[in-house]
């Protein structure tokens, strides 16, 4: 009888008896949400995998269907989305074959454009997953690795006379710069949580494609690292110490880089908020990466931007100018003309900024090695050269130490004079004495007499060098005596050819 009573009455369901009807009924629902639409112009929500995006799995997120557009999905979703869209992205097509997943390829570049769109009209907000989703599609797209430089040049870079070389794959690759460079300039980002995905190993990988051979890909890097370099302050030793191992390398190892130029047009700007008094890391990397950058024969292709670098030290701090000052002399070029050119120009701007004190530091080898210049058979060097007394300011320094510049110079000048090939040379070498005429007329009439003096010596020593050579080669004429017809020499005896030498 108990037993009858009890059977009638209703059994209470078990856990595991729920949770199986609850996941058929999703299970429905997911299946019917597939191919019909709800009211509110959605479809029914599906769990990301967790091999795609763990993190978000692990927080319970969901994600709306990638392939919808923004417009189309309340405020609410649109987080979701987004994310949708980011992990959609991650999905990398090959451009060698421009026919190959064509609408894949575009579907894709279209889905960039709108996160970009979104991005830019400022309703994204950037939550831990949205920054990991977009560092990470970021990465898988951007960073890869460069085949062999097959080009003929050793000098590494472009050169002028090179056509540059475009990436097949820049039709999508604009666009995720594009999206990178507006995540990183976002204003309501929040940095601490951002530095954890932006973190070192992303900023050498960033770094890495400064070697593209696509001048667009370098342009774009250009920007967006130096938006990283001023918002996460915290890396910003790690970039100037990553930036000196790439151009130590460049110097000293390979001289191959195509992205030196743009890496100095970054650090022109850096420089010129450094601190005062400046520390002894930025003195370090003037010393030991920028002035050995005026070594590598390419220095053509980023010579520009390697003076603004110079010269921003040195507006810095006035003393670095003879530092900088050796470092040229140091590195001068002697057999290409294109080159020294490039460094009297470098000179002419550094001495316009050099105090009287550190000029007089250095006027002595600097001196001397203009003196050359303005004997250079190129007559653009020797004009080069004669164009800094043009300079006021060189002007003032020359003309406050002529008692040490003048010996220095006129014996190249005079040598002009005599025997230049070039009339143009020749002319400004005679407007350049006669500078120094007005200038200390007795200092030259010295400087004429003490060179007449040295050209005497420098012909007896000539004479005597001649005389000594034929009296050498009056002893070697003399025959060997031999004996029997056979080959055999005799020792001479040192006191029958003597010889002052």
Partial sequence: MIKQILSKLPRKSSKSDTLASAGSD????????SSIQCSNGLNVVRRMSSAVFPSMVAAGAEAVEPHLSFKDVPNTEKQKLFVSKLNLCCVVYHFNDPDKD????????????????????????????????????????????????????????????????????????????????????????????????VDHSFILRLLELFDS????????????LHRIYGKFMVHRPFVRKAVSNIIYRFVFETERHNGIAELLEIFGSVISGFALPLKEEHKMFLSRALIPLHKPKSVGIYHQQLTYCVVQFIEKDPKLASVVIKGLLKYWPVTN???????????????????????????????RRVGCCLNSSHFQVAERAHFLWNNEHVFNHITQNRQVILPLVFPALERNTR???????????????KMFCEMDEELVLACQSKLEEEDSKSSMAAEKRRLTWERLETAASFQPVGGGGGNISFLVNPATCSVTC
């Fill in 419 to 433: 025997n230049h090939w070039n009339q143009a040379v020749l002319n400004l070498t005679l407007n350049v004495r």
């Fill in 102 to 197: 064509q609408a894949e390829k575009d579907s894709k570049r279209q889905a960039l454009i709108e996160l970009v769109d979104f991005v830019a009209s400022g309703s994204a907000k950037f939550s831990e997953a949205a920054i990991a989703a977009t560092c990470k599609m970021c990465a898988v797209n951007l960073f890869r690795d460069f085949p062999p430089k097959y080009r003929s040049n050793s000098t590494g870079g472009e050169t002028e006379d090179e056509e540059p070389m475009f990436d097949p794959a820049w039709s999508h690759l604009q666009v995720v710069y594009d999206l990178l460079l507006r995540f990183v300039s976002y204003s309501s980002l929040d940095v601490k949580v951002a530095k954890k995905y």
């Fill in 26 to 33: 999703s299970n429905n629902n997911t299946n019917l949400g």
């Fill in 213 to 224: 051979e696509d001048p667009r890909e370098r342009d774009c890097l250009k920007t967006i």
């Fill in 337 to 367: 003309s294109q080159k020294e050119l490039m460094f009297l120009s470098e000179l002419e701007e550094i001495l316009e900024m050099t105090s009287a004190v550190e000029f007089q530091k250095i006027m002595v080898p600097l001196f």
